[in-house]
């Protein structure tokens, strides 16, 4: 733990310099579009921050190899022995920034038998930094100020939930998956990882994600958010895996700031 712990500074200041790369694309609003082989969108702003990113944390711990949304044609024979790497999403919320909503961030996590242990959100437009190292806690920096965060208790949640979505959901693919009669609250989005540090830090109870996700979507968030109190389960209440199958994809999941609620009961889908 002492090595992870050293590596938290210069990383953030990575995923720092990667945020500005994206901003300064994004505020020029001149950037190349492509679709991927699976129909989703990359730009030039991903792909500039995947280089930096590869290339810092590469100079950072050229032992350590790395696992980018951007250079995953990985197979499973190559990285199943890794039992420690990077795993980066350069921009999740590549939609968002499209759209021109600003709600984006620059991913970084450390992977440590096949569980993270290092989590690392940067929002580019905002310029908050989420952190967490496995058990060190879990923070919000604003302004250079380290705020320690955490999610909200169960007596909260209970008297009214919140929960994060995305804005480019239906809302109705959420609302039928939840059991009647309770009171809440919806609060739509962008970024997933931006949404799963709103639940670690008691911002929203809960954010159920529905549709194709990525393991970089979820590793650095993931940290963050367990190491704020919460878990990130699938929507068997399971945990989500890392590097154990062939494919990166991950299931449907959902961000708990309470896990002492009755989940199981709650969830009715």
Not at 45 to 51: E, F, G, I, K, Y
Not at 161 to 174: F, Y
Not at 187 to 198: H, I, R, W
């Amino acid at each position: 733990m002492e090595r992870i712990n050293a590596l938290l500074e210069p990383v953030i200041a990575v995923a720092r310099q990667a945020g500005e790369t994206i901003r300064e694309i994004y505020e020029a609003g001149q950037y190349q579009q492509i679709t991927k082989s699976d129909n989703t969108p990359v730009t030039s702003a991903d792909l500039a921050a995947h280089q930096l990113i590869v290339s810092k944390l590469t100079e950072l711990a050229p032992d350590i190899p790395i696992l980018s949304e951007e250079d995953a044609d990985i197979p499973l024979a190559k990285r199943h022995d890794w039992r420690r790497y990077w795993l980066i999403d350069p921009l999740d919320g590549t939609q968002e920034f499209i759209a021109g909503s600003g709600d984006f961030a620059v991913n970084i996590a450390l992977i440590d038998d096949h569980h993270p242990v290092m989590g690392v959100v940067y929002a580019p437009m905002t310029g908050v930094c989420y952190f967490g190292v496995s058990g060190n806690g879990s923070f919000k920096r604003v302004d250079g100020v380290d705020i320690p965060i955490h999610s909200r208790d169960a007596k909260q949640a209970e008297e009214e939930m919140v929960i994060a979505v995305s804005r480019r959901q239906k809302l109705e693919a959420v609302t039928e998956l939840l059991e009647p009669g309770r009171n809440y609250r919806f609060v739509p989005f962008g970024s997933a990882s931006l949404k799963s540090c709103m639940v670690a830090e008691g911002e929203a109870d809960v954010y159920l994600r529905l549709g194709p996700t990525g393991e970089w979507d979820t590793g650095a968030s993931q940290c963050i958010v367990e190491q704020a109190g919460g878990r990130i389960l699938d929507t068997r209440l399971q945990p989500l895996s890392y590097n154990e199958r062939e494919s990166l994809e991950n299931p449907n999941y959902l961000v708990l700031g309470a896990p002492g609620l009755p989940w199981n009961q709650i969830l009715q889908g």
